[in-house]
């Protein structure tokens, strides 16, 4: 058989210690000198414990803190986050701002620079797949008083021309496309040749300079506008200038490659000019009866008709 375990109750132990704290007061009391040696060796035992203590306490406050500072830094950080991205917002609606100012301010000296044509500024709202703007849809039509082969201009010259026409939209033609030929010439010596577009050719920034003539006194640098004999495109638009020019092998024609003013790889804004090349020619037809009527009477002759055509 197990012997039976020796306990005592917890209470005696409470009342034991109750009264043993009472001894050691009252002792301390008559004489406070005789306990000294118990106090400094419970001194001994525990001070180590509180010194450990101690330093634990300090270094959770210190955690506490530092995390206290880590949570307010990360809280600043978040708000200087979101003020810089407000700031950056508003940088990037100044920009926008700016680029359209100048976008405005490049039509608007286009518009100084043709005045003799009215026209009108239009968005370019869609292009056709690829790199380039060769063919693109801007936000003005019919109800604007946009037609078909009326010339459209951006970056300082010819961009390309009007080729279908709705109510509210119209799809350009740009000259940089296989398909766009114009009649060109210098500026400077008035020799005419066909720039040509070639969206391969493109890929270096160039269009092609085709059938000139051998005589033809052409250079590089020289201002390249639409010619008086083209049958679509006005009088005077400057198209380019003219980076390489050289003799066929036939020994008859020259060409070479241009430069051209606008820029067909980001387009937002053209300007259009509302007349297109058979108006220009009925109003010369009109004038010329004015201003021959002054001179002498009109006359049936062959020169009258031809004058009209």
């Given at each position: 058989m197990k012997k039976p375990k020796f306990s005592i109750p917890p209470r005696y132990v409470l009342f034991l210690l109750t009264v043993l704290c009472v001894i050691l007061l009252g002792i301390n009391f008559v004489f406070p000198t005789a306990l000294n040696p118990v106090r400094q060796g419970i001194f001994?035992?525990?001070?180590?414990?509180?010194?450990?203590?101690?330093?634990?306490?300090?270094s959770i406050?210190?955690?506490?803190?530092?995390?206290?500072?880590?949570?307010?830094?990360?809280?600043?950080?978040?708000?200087?986050?979101?003020?810089?991205?407000?700031l950056q917002e508003k940088l990037d609606r100044y920009a926008l701002d700016y680029q359209e100012?100048?976008?405005?301010?490049?039509?608007?000296?286009?518009?100084?620079?043709?005045?003799?044509?009215?026209?009108?500024?239009a968005n370019v709202?869609?292009?056709?797949?690829?790199?380039?703007?060769?063919?693109?849809?801007?936000?003005?039509?019919?109800?604007?008083?946009?037609?078909?082969?009326?010339?459209?201009?951006?970056?300082?010259?010819?961009?390309?021309?009007?080729?279908?026409?709705?109510?509210?939209y119209a799809k350009v033609l740009a000259i940089i496309d296989d398909d766009s030929n114009i009649s060109a010439m210098s500026a400077t010596s008035k020799d005419s040749f066909i720039v040509a577009g070639d969206l391969q050719l493109y890929g270096e920034g160039l269009l092609n300079i085709q059938y000139a003539d051998k005589d033809a006194v052409l250079a590089k640098g020289d201002m390249v506008i639409?010619?008086?004999?083209?049958?679509?495109?006005?009088?005077?638009?400057?198209?380019?200038?003219?980076?390489?020019?050289?003799?066929d092998a036939n020994n008859l024609t020259q060409s070479g490659y241009l430069l051209p003013t606008a820029d067909f790889d980001d387009l937002t804004q053209v300007l259009v000019i509302r007349m297109v090349k058979d108006d220009?020619?009925?109003?010369?037809?009109?004038?010329?009866?004015?201003?021959?009527?002054?001179?002498?009477?009109?006359?049936?002759?062959?020169?009258?008709t031809e004058a009209q055509g």
């Open positions: 001994t035992l525990f001070m180590p414990m509180q010194k450990g203590i101690n330093q634990i306490g300090a406050a210190d955690e506490i803190e530092s995390f206290l500072h880590m949570r307010e830094a990360e809280e600043e950080n978040q708000l200087l986050r979101q003020e810089n991205a407000a100012l100048q976008e405005l301010r490049a039509l608007l000296g286009l518009k100084n620079t043709y005045e003799q044509y009215p026209s009108v500024a709202i869609q292009k056709e797949s690829g790199n380039w703007f060769n063919s693109f849809v801007i936000d003005k039509g019919s109800d604007d008083g946009i037609k078909v082969d009326m010339n459209v201009l951006s970056g300082g010259g010819l961009c390309g021309i009007v080729t279908e026409v709705g109510k509210n639409t010619s008086n004999i083209s049958t679509k495109y006005l009088p005077g638009l400057l198209i380019g200038y003219i980076q390489e020019i050289s003799l220009l020619m009925i109003d010369e037809t009109e004038t010329k009866p004015e201003e021959s009527s002054e001179a002498e009477p009109q006359t049936e002759i062959p020169g009258g």
